[in-house]
């Protein structure tokens, strides 16, 4: 851990939970939890992310900090792993509504991806 994490994140990943630089929040939530905490929206950037901002996973995982190895020492075994570049948790009974998929570049945590919803809909 580089930083501390907010003492309001949890530690484990079906928390669903993300700190986005000092508040944390739990997915899903209100778009209007984060035009509080000063967040805006801009229709003029499609691709924007968040530059700058500091995103830790429950545990204190940090994107651009943690490694596969400190994923699995959080969280346990993924239950899919590709290789060095890709693993997921999901929730048993609830595979394609409720998970945590995370990428890997160069050895550490590149993405996230938190997918926390009550229906499942094929397209």
């Not at 580089?2 to 997915?27: G, R």
């Amino acid at each position: 851990e580089m930083y501390l994490p907010n003492p309001e994140l949890p530690n484990n990943w079906d928390s669903f939970a993300i700190q986005i630089d000092d508040d944390v929040y739990t997915i899903p939530c209100r778009l209007s939890d984060f035009l509080e905490n000063g967040w805006s929206l801009s229709e003029g950037d499609p691709d924007s992310r968040l530059a700058g901002a500091d995103l830790q996973l429950p545990g204190g995982l940090m994107l651009g900090w943690a490694t596969v190895e400190d994923v699995i020492d959080q969280y346990g075994e993924p239950s899919d792993r590709y290789e060095n570049y890709n693993v997921t948790y999901e929730l048993e009974g609830a595979e394609y509504t409720k998970y945590l998929d995370l990428t890997f570049y160069n050895g550490f945590l590149s993405g996230i991806v938190i997918q926390s919803h009550e229906y499942y809909r094929e397209y």
